[in-house]
Nanobody, 122 residues
Framework: QVRLVESGGGLVQTGGSLRLSCAAS????????MGWFRQAPGKEREFVAA????????NYPDSVNGRFTISRDNAKNTVYLQMNSLKPEDTAVYYC???????????????WGQGSQVTVSS
């Protein structure tokens, strides 16, 4: 059983930055693919970023590519999401998740955190 706890969300103005953290416990962290998803009110949960266990491979959708960066510190069992140039449409609850494959599909991830609210004001 893997437990994931997100932190670092909050309110920021358009163009600002935030860094989310997700601390994992249980299992062998370095063997897991880690991902970030987000869900805005009334919308489906969507893929934001994923990183391989070694950190060598990353995947982003076009909507955040070049603005968001996923990274991990396997010594600290933590994955990060650095979000720059934030836009109002980035407002959502952000979830971290762990799985086995670096693909942008919710069903590829087995464990999920409780979520962290990010609000970008215009």
């Amino acid at each position: 059983q893997v437990r994931l706890v997100e932190s670092g969300g909050g309110l920021v103005q358009t163009g600002g930055s935030l860094r989310l953290s997700c601390a994992a416990s249980g299992g062998t962290f370095s063997s897991y693919v880690m991902g970030w998803f987000r869900q805005a009110p009334g919308k489906e949960r969507e893929f934001v970023a994923a990183i391989s266990g070694s950190g060598d491979y990353r995947n982003y959708p076009d909507s955040v590519n070049g603005r968001f960066t996923i990274s991990r510190d396997n010594a600290k069992n933590t994955v990060y999401l650095q979000m720059n140039s934030l836009k109002p449409e980035d407002t959502a609850v952000y979830y971290c998740a762990c799985g086995r494959v670096v693909i942008p599909r919710k069903d590829a991830y087995n464990y999920w955190g409780q979520g962290s609210q990010v609000t970008v004001s215009s």
